[in-house]
């Protein structure tokens, strides 16, 4: 297994810690930019996926945008020198401040979910004496058939702008001289594994499209979210999602106006396969009918099993092990949630082993916090290790 090579840097370091694997993040990233240059569409990286600053500088270098959804991240993205023409601002939940921050650094699109939000930002950007490039988010009433508290496309989901809304959403972009409309944008969730919905997805933005023609709207560009899936299962033999196939689907369903501009955002399908998880066994303790292997990791350090009842493929790197057994494999956090895999298949395995716990790139270690008063896990990198 790749990871082995690791092991004995590992064993120097103190656990829990992120690392990631730079090569799967190059690899991934050379093959994404490959195909959305061939079709001349525009990507910004959905930030929240994996906010490390060394991850962030070597998908800018890789020429992507920023897709944010907080004014931290918008000032990040810049900090990171991002150029501010390639950053979008979506979210609910705009603050002023944020908005007031992101009109000062001339960010490329507001990306709006409300009708009141784009009237906010017009007085902000009136005050200030600038005008602000905005998007529609649209709420396409779709389901992404994804994990329910990833899905954001469905009407009763809080995000974008509702179709029975849209005629006033447009009213109010027209009596607002500080706000320009330059497109429009739908996101519908994340893991998202079956191209049909994707198919779906780009019927609804056709439709949209119409809608806004009829009213004589030229759209500069088109905005299809992120949401594309990545191979929990099989992270090791299969690190990289089928961007060709997602965008072949894109292509060959969505209808491009002429000289209009396509951008996505992708976050965990650039990310996850990248990031490990690497963690001690401190304990191993007969349950009931069942065995614990207590790790040092917990809902701390990765919170998805225990948010989304995710499932990470993860490996002892260390037990000589040849025979299996079943084992629960829990965290140290006091919560009973705070379980990565009920019923996972380890080699037979002792306290002081290491485990790596795979697909954790994205919404891993971003989504760390200090419950319990824990420590934050550092990162490390390949090939730098
Ligand atoms: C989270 C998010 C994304 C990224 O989704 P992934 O499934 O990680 O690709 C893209 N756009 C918006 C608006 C988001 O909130």
Redesign the pocket.
Known sequence: MQLTRFVNAFKRLETPFYFYDLDILDQTLRLYTKITRKYGYHAHY?M??NANPQILEIIHRAGLGA?C?SGNEVQLALDLGFDPDTIVF?GVGKTDKEIKMSLQGGIFSF?CESVQEIQVINDLAAQMGKTAGISLRLNPDLDAQTIKQITTGRSKDKFGISGKDLTEALNVVNDCPHVKLLGIHI?IG??ITDMDVFVKLCEKMNTFQKWFEQRNVNLEHINM????AIDYENPLGNPISPFETYFETIHNNLEVRKGQKVHF?????LVAQSGFLISSVLYVKKGQGKEFVILDAGMNDLIRPALYQAKHVMYNITSKAKRKKIYDVVGPVCESSDRFDEFAKLPITERGDLLAICSAG?YGQVMSMRYNQKELAQAYYSPEL
């Open positions: 959905a929240k996926a897709d959804v979506a990306n996101h994340s893991q979210g992120g949401g594309v955002e992708p976050g965990r399908s994205a």
